[in-house]
């Protein structure tokens, strides 16, 4: 028997997974409590018994999945032993992203809505700083050069590739490796 508690919990669930479908699928602002509930499969009243606003849902799924992403990536991350297959891992994070799949979407719509809202761009902020720290701990790891910036730099590069596919198509992967892998080793032997 499922308990009043457990139900709630489910509902939450599915609320915050049709958020992260919607925001991909409509954008974000096209998303209103309506259609949330009916992907959910809720009243559109237990909307708002969870969440205090569509927004406050939308930040909360949207925050879920980038959390969820960097602690993915971090043990992979750790596990890399060396700077190149640490990248190699970062790249490996855009195989699969055209720009127009639904994680893209759904960070590039993340990124906007950020922008207009200080709850979710400090919320999201830290997610990314996070992100960063794993990353620059790998490559401070492998006596990369300047492990904060460079960490910095290349998740920017990643998502500006992301952002990029969005509009055009490349660049592709192997070329963004080439790129960033000469990149990576100008910093390294600059300092050598």
Do not use: C, K, N
Request: charged fraction near 20%; proline fraction near 3%.
């Amino acid at each position: 028997m499922v308990t009043t508690a457990e139900r709630g919990r489910q509902a939450r669930q599915r609320l915050l997974q049709a958020a992260t479908e919607l925001i991909a699928e409509r954008g974000w602002s096209a998303i209103s409590t309506r259609m949330l509930a009916e992907r959910a499969g809720v009243a559109p009243g237990v909307v708002h018994y969870h969440f205090t606003s569509v927004q406050a849902l939308l930040s909360e799924a949207a925050l879920q999945a980038a959390r969820s992403l960097t602690a993915q990536a971090g043990p992979v991350l750790a596990g890399a032993r060396s700077a190149d297959e640490a990248l190699t891992v970062l790249l490996a994070m855009l195989d699969g992203s055209g720009g127009t799949d639904a994680v893209s979407v759904l960070f590039v719509e993340t990124y906007l809505a950020a922008a207009r809202d200080e709850a979710l761009q400090s919320a999201l902020g830290e997610v990314i700083a996070e992100f960063r720290r794993q990353l620059a701990d790998r490559l401070a790891a492998h006596a990369v050069p300047d492990p904060a910036a460079t960490a910095a730099v290349l998740a920017a590069a990643v998502d500006g590739v992301i952002l990029h596919r969005t509009l055009l198509p490349g660049p592709d992967g192997s070329t963004v490796a080439t790129v960033l892998r000469r990149l990576l080793t100008a910093g390294s032997e600059a300092t050598s």
